[in-house]
């Protein structure tokens, strides 16, 4: 189990140091290579999880668990599409299964967002309490500051929204920020000393287990 | 139940069914409406539009099916705007979904182009494609394009593409667009191209992610942003190539007065339900 | 030529001192001196949700939304949510709570699933664990239906959104407070907290949640190293002061930072 931690913290600990020193053609191309092996690496990632997807629906199928006729579904449409773009990625059939299916599934569901924001706020948004009454006063200047109309109805909100965002909101954020970014670099710290292991699959042992 | 009780206790399909008329009618009865141009979105173009003619700018195509009716107008838009500047382009996408899309907002723009503008695949613009490997892969890109890549989206090796002669990594860049869409991967942008070789960047996201990127423009790591649908609507103002982000923004009026009115009414009812309970 | 790359070395003594601290402060727990961790209150918010979901006799949803641990901007806040996971799980089991945890990820699912099981099996209660029905692997796409169909179907009490949560916070949120269930929202995307606060009966925000997390796991390596991440905050609270201060005054510190 080591080996694979040396390899993560060698890696990592050579980029670090290429991104600060000027360092010898050698080590800069043995980066490029790793660099050039994270593009493959990730590529075949997205074949793992169509296998796990595919196995499960494969056992779903032939054990008769509940509503085992989606996953026929599944496979069948797996199955098909996979068929026909492994031929060609420019064949016509595959290009109108993704445009005229895949697509607008996919926008139908995010497009789901503007419904149920809505409905949450007409439920949720109350000004329950004084932080709450600022809250919903501040998002309704920000929301007539970017529909497009709201400038021309109540010109005020440009300059007020934009202050708002510029100031408060961007300090929150830029807070975040730094406090996300510090958060990975931990993360990277516990990743380099082995004292992570999740990205392997493996839950980190506690101090005293070792 | 009295009325207070039923109105707050309302079926949610109602809601749905208004909010759907609310951004359906302007498609479909397209209504133009007065609009401002925001200040990010006026330097986005400025910026654009102050890139040399003749320079090579890096472009990130990072929309999908779901973010595509908000950016793609936009990144059509600048991408009609760029060549008829004589600005050459260099694409790349971060997801396989995101490559198929990139080349359909480029194909659009060909299209769209105006008479007599050079728009040659390999000589005024190149696909390289997909590059997987998220930010890693960026850095991979910004320091060594051909580790990454050997050919482009259409399969012809980068290596008898006359606009990839000499383009190998990031110091062949004058400038970057990054059209991330909802991938969050501005920061990394900034991070691979803006921070280590200083390249200046502007961007395109989804509409709530704008607030994410303010401290990114204030710091001046980003020439401006493109937000959401009304981002893209601007940009084809400023063009003057009307489009279908204008009449998507015109529905983004009615949605966006809808949902205040139905905040506002909610906490009317709210109020009205706490003083009748003696609240 | 320089010994550090033009433009970089104030980064790499911001990075060799926030790394360093880190490492410090790993030390110093591994020799017994683990880093004290504010209690959040969201530990009793957890107990408080399963407790309601116990007295309705409605079960309580764990959701985690993207948990695609090769990235290291979603690898943190998944490891954290495990964590909390890891809590929640043994407190399910303790009150006799049923909890569904959905996945979208194979990984991810594996591990969720290893969680639940521990942490009944140190609660004396893996008998009353039916594992397949209580971790569900959902793919990614598909999960949004199944899950609100769900939440419905089951009535559920009591909801967990912790995790790197995108676009989908807002479609189970909505869903989960019309339900009527009590919610806890965490998440470190920037752009989701908005929504998580607005619509959580309570809620952690950004570095909150490995905090959470870490206190809950009781481990010295992630106490210790949020210790050292603290050393981070101070650093960039100290130059957001000067900076501002100088800035004011009409000095430029720009081109001190460049080097």
Redesign the interface.
């Known amino acids: 189990m080591q080996i694979p931690i040396i390899i993560t913290s060698v890696a990592g600990i050579l980029m670090i140091l290429e991104y600060f020193f000027p360092m010898p053609d050698a080590v800069t191309g043995f980066n490029v290579t790793l660099r050039s092996f994270v593009a493959i690496i990730s590529a075949a990632a997205l074949i793992l999880g169509t296998v796990v997807l595919s196995i499960f629906h494969v056992r779903k199928v032939g054990e008769r668990k509940s509503e085992w006729m989606y996953s026929i579904v599944y496979v069948v449409s797996f199955v098909a599409t996979a068929l026909l773009g492994l031929g060609s990625v420019r064949n016509e059939i595959f290009l109108w299964i993704y445009s005229n299916m895949t697509s607008p599934i996919g926008a139908a569901l995010y497009s789901l967002t503007a419904f149920y924001i809505t409905s949450a706020a007409y439920r949720v948004f109350r000004a329950r309490n004084w932080s709450a009454g600022v809250l919903l006063v501040c998002s309704f200047i920000v929301l007539l500051m970017l529909i497009p109309i709201g400038a021309i109805l109540l010109p005020p909100v440009v300059p007020i929204g934009s202050w708002l965002r510029n100031y408060p909101s961007g300090a929150g954020f830029r807070g975040m920020i730094i406090g996300t970014s510090l958060g990975v670099m931990g993360l990277g710290v516990r990743v380099f000393a082995g004292r992570q292991k999740e990205h392997l699959g493996i839950r980190e042992e506690k101090v005293g287990e070792q | 139940m009295s009325i207070v009780d039923k109105l707050l206790d309302m079926d949610q399909r109602i809601i749905y069914a208004l909010m759907f008329i609310a951004l359906a009618f302007p498609i479909l009865f397209p209504v133009m409406l007065p609009m401002d141009i925001q200040d990010y979105s006026r330097q986005a173009f400025d910026f654009a539009d102050g890139i040399q003619a003749g320079s090579i700018v890096i472009v990130e195509g990072g929309l999908t099916a779901a973010t595509y009716p908000q950016g793609g107008p936009g990144l059509v838009a600048q991408i009609v705007h760029m060549l008829s500047n004589d600005v050459k382009l260099v694409f790349f996408s971060l997801g396989t979904e995101q490559n198929v899309w990139t080349a359909t907002a480029i194909e659009a723009a060909l299209d769209k182009l105006p008479a007599g503008v050079s728009a040659e695949n390999g000589v005024d613009w190149v696909h390289l494609g997909y590059v997987p490997g998220q930010e890693s892969g960026v850095a991979a890109l910004a320091n060594n394009i051909r580790s990454v890549l050997n050919v482009d989206y259409f399969g012809t090796p980068l290596n008898s593409i006359t606009l990839m002669d000499g383009v190998n990594d990031a110091t062949a860049f004058a400038a970057v667009l990054w059209w991330g869409g909802s991938e969050g991967s501005i920061p990394w942008g900034v991070r691979q191209f803006v921070t280590p070789f200083g390249i200046p960047m502007t961007g395109m996201c989804t509409t709530n992610e704008v607030p994410n990127y303010t401290p990114y423009i204030n710091a001046g790591q980003l020439q401006g942003l493109i937000g959401g649908v009304r981002g893209s609507a601007e940009y084809e103002y400023l063009i003057k190539m009307p489009g279908p982000a204008l009449g998507q923004a015109m529905a983004t009026n009615f949605g966006g007065l809808l949902w205040a009115v139905l905040v506002i009414l909610g906490n009317i009812l709210y109020f009205v339900k706490r003083t009748q309970e003696g609240g | 030529?320089?010994?550090?790359?033009q433009?970089?070395v104030v980064?790499?003594l911001a990075?060799l001192l926030?790394?360093g601290s880190?490492?410090y402060y790993?030390r110093q727990?591994?020799s017994g001196k683990?880093p004290k961790l504010r209690r959040l209150s969201a530990v009793d918010v957890i107990d408080e949700i399963l407790g309601r979901c116990v007295e309705m006799g409605r079960p309580a949803y764990y959701l985690m939304d993207n948990v695609v641990?090769?990235?290291?901007?979603v690898?943190?806040p998944?490891?954290a949510a495990?964590q909390i996971l890891s809590y929640t799980a043994r407190s399910a089991a303790r009150l006799g709570a049923k909890i569904f945890v959905p996945v979208v990820?194979?990984?991810a699912y594996?591990?969720a699933a290893?969680?639940v099981e521990e942490a009944y099996m140190a609660e004396g209660k893996i008998q009353d664990l039916n594992l397949p029905e209580t971790v569900m692997?959902l793919?990614d796409?598909a999960d949004?239906m199944y899950i609100i169909n769900h939440m419905w179907s089951e009535q559920m009490a009591g909801a967990f959104f912790l995790g790197s949560w995108?676009?989908k916070a807002?479609?189970f949120?909505?869903?989960a407070?019309?339900v009527g269930a009590m919610m806890l929202g965490g998440t470190?995307?920037?752009?989701n907290?908005p929504?998580l606060v607005?619509?959580c009966d309570y809620s952690i925000?950004?570095?909150e949640l490995?905090a959470l997390g870490a206190y809950l796991?009781?481990?010295?390596?992630?106490a210790s190293?949020?210790a050292?991440?603290d050393v981070?905050?101070f650093i960039?609270l100290l130059l957001i002061i000067l900076g501002s201060i100088l800035a004011t005054v009409g000095i430029d510190i720009t081109s001190m930072l460049s080097m």
């Open positions: 030529m320089s010994i550090v790359i433009g970089r980064g790499l990075l926030i790394v880190i490492l790993m727990a591994y683990i641990m090769n990235n290291p901007s690898l943190a998944t490891v495990f990820q194979g990984l594996t591990i290893e969680v692997y793919p796409g949004r995108y676009h807002v479609i949120t909505e869903n407070a019309r470190d995307t920037t752009h907290i929504f607005a619509i925000i950004g570095e490995y796991s009781e481990d010295a390596t992630q190293s949020l050292g991440q981070g905050k960039a």
